[in-house]
């Protein structure tokens, strides 16, 4: 038997719709479409009517463009493959002034866009005078500002505002320059969910929200993000311990009591994280933790209701990524960038 993934294209869409018809978004489609599979995502939130991608990495870019050659494609990294970049119409993101200084004649001809580093410290510039001095360079197509905010899905702390406020003081600064732009973006999924469209501001730049996942759990409902992977597993043996002795590797778990233990198919080969383990699964509708997890397998404390041949639900509508990266397990992005796509049965929902 076989572990299995259910990846649900229809909710793509739907999810891709729905974001779209709220504010004009330029989808994140970094990391293989965070690992639900470029031209899937593309092709899903194209029919949902998003016609703005970007991501960090150039190949994925042209591929992008290959598709289509309307769409906008922004890239979110520096680089520095300035004739691939001119030949497939990519708009190049340029981080500091110190790239500007070195490329800037190779930076003719090739559309760009200026990032404001804020609190992520990551990318970007960090003084306006530099900033307002490149988009007067007479030479340079510049069609857009942006930054990223590092802490809009964090609560109980001020750290959101200020960079909020920090970056509100850039677009201040830079207001002559404003009506040129046509891309000005710095919103996130949970920066949007939670204030709407900030001023001054064309785009948001949509991330899990269009995969289905809430950035944050707390008062947002469910219905805001339908889930598009499922994940299911077999048990595939039954083992009764008793109390006292312990289960897994290095002694992972010692039981408290008599339990039957259920060998399930499904491990951290497949990309389960190990953060999963005392975290329940779904056997016959009834919740079951995950004792121990090892490459292969997961051993769960289960009971005689549960038998061989059962199946054994790790994702689904009520067991939500959102609702397990809220437990602490890892973001949403994390724990979709870690399933080992190809040791799954996959199946398509169109």
């Known amino acids: ?21 709220k504010a004009d978004t330029i989808a994140v489609v970094k990391n293989d479409g965070y690992n639900h599979g470029l031209e899937r995502v593309y092709r899903t939130f194209y ?3 998003i016609r703005a991608f970007s991501t960090t990495v150039l190949s994925e870019a042209i591929q992008l463009r290959k598709w289509n050659s309307d769409i906008f494609i922004l890239l979110l990294d520096p680089n520095t493959e300035f004739q691939l970049i001119r030949e497939y119409d990519i708009t190049l993101t340029v981080s500091s002034f110190d790239y500007y200084e070195k490329y800037k004649d190779e930076l ?19 003084h306006l005078d530099d900033m307002k001095q490149i988009l007067d360079d007479k030479d340079l197509n510049v069609n857009g500002i942006w930054t990223h905010f590092a802490s809009a899905d964090d609560f109980g702390v001020d750290r959101y505002q200020k960079e909020k406020e920090k970056w509100q003081t850039v677009i201040k600064g830079l207001r002559a320059y404003l009506p040129r732009l046509k891309y000005i973006h710095a919103q996130n999924s949970a920066s949007f969910l939670r204030d709407g469209p900030l001023p001054h501001h064309t785009h948001i730049r949509g991330g899990v929200i269009l995969y289905g996942a809430r950035p944050y759990y707390e008062g947002l409902d469910a219905s805001l993000a339908e889930q598009v992977v499922s994940i299911e597993a077999n048990v595939i043996e039954l083992t009764s311990v008793e109390g006292g002795q312990t289960i897994g590797y290095s002694a992972d778990y010692k039981l408290e009591k008599d339990a039957k233990i259920a060998v399930c198919d499904i491990g951290y080969g497949n990309g389960l994280l190990k953060a999963r383990k005392n975290f329940p699964v779904l056997i016959n509708g009834k919740a079951y933790p995950i004792r121990s997890i090892m490459m292969s397998h997961i051993l769960i404390e289960a009971d005689n209701n549960v038998e061989i041949g059962d199946s054994v639900i790790l994702y689904n509508d009520a067991l939500r990524f959102d609702w397990f990266a809220n437990q602490g397990i890892g973001p949403f992005s994390q724990q979709m960038a870690s399933l080992n796509k190809q040791t799954f049965e996959l199946t398509i929902i169109k």
């Not at 038997?1 to 018809?21: D, G, W």
């Not at 003719?108 to 960090?126: E, S």
């Open 1 to 21: 038997m076989t572990a299995r993934l259910t990846l649900n294209e229809k909710r793509l869409v739907r999810q891709a719709h729905f974001i779209q018809s």
């Open 47 to 49: 029919e949902g009517g």
């Open 108 to 126: 003719k001809g090739i559309t760009i866009q200026l990032v404001f580093r804020n609190d992520l410290n990551r990318l970007g510039f960090d």
